[in-house]
T-cell receptor, first 118, second 115 residues
């Protein structure tokens, strides 16, 4: 079965400092990896994804993520945090192999609350 | 405007009273899915559908039913709701080309309370 772990329930950073939100995954086939953000009382918004190609992917609002196959990780990063980045962040994985039994399933981590202090 | 809509947005009901949460998308997406969000557990997939008349169980399907009679609609049915189904529910959709590589568009959520 596929799974996602976000080891930190909460991450606190000061505005202007770099931020990292960690994600590790387990999937039997090729991983398709996604990051979503949820602002208070809102639905989820897509930030970025890794499907194939360059291990460093860039997304919305200045976020980027690095795919590391050997460490099965897909950490979300931003060079300079903003107070407006404060939100709940979710990592998600699906199996990219069409013949897999989990094809179609999308598995989310438990979420990480990011708080950026002024 | 491309969007996923859910109704109702808020619902308080009693144990055992059947209810339906509707979901509709206007993007001609093949893939649709339902999730529930609970504190500390993240989002968990209930059911998904790859196309009309094709549905599959996610990780937490017990106590739920779905149907996909039309491409745009994917209702979630709770035939006999119980208090442990109190949660925040999200519907989502995405295209299928590229082998599910597309990101999902989420609805605004339905907050359900079962007493």
């Amino acid at each position: 079965a596929q799974s996602v772990a976000q080891p930190e329930d909460q991450v606190n950073v000061a505005e202007g400092n770099p931020l990292t939100v960690k994600c590790t995954y387990s999937v039997s086939g090729n991983p398709y990896l996604f990051w979503y953000v949820q602002y208070p009382n809102r639905g989820l918004q897509f930030l970025l994804k890794y499907i194939t190609g360059d291990n460093l992917v860039k997304g919305s609002y200045g976020f980027e993520a690095e795919f590391n196959k050997s460490q099965t990780s897909f950490h979300l990063k931003k060079p300079s945090a903003l107070v407006s980045d404060s939100a709940l962040y979710f990592c998600a994985v699906r199996d990219g192999n069409a013949g897999g039994t989990s094809y179609g399933k999308l598995t989310f981590g438990q979420g990480t609350i990011l708080t950026v202090h002024p | 405007e491309a969007q996923v809509t859910q109704n109702p947005r808020y619902l308080i009901t009693v144990t055992g009273k059947k209810l339906t949460v509707t979901c509709s998308q206007n993007m001609n997406h093949e893939y649709m899915s339902w999730y529930r969000q609970d504190p500390g557990l993240g989002l968990r997939q209930i059911y998904y559908s790859m196309n009309v008349e094709v549905t599959d169980k996610g990780d937490v399907p017990e106590g739920y039913k779905v149907s996909r009679k039309e491409k745009r609609n994917f209702p979630l049915i709770l035939e006999s709701p119980s208090p442990n189904q109190t949660s925040l529910y999200f519907c989502a959709s995405s295209g299928l080309a590229g082998g599910l590589s597309y990101e999902q568009y989420f609805g605004p959520g339905t907050r359900l309370t079962v007493t």
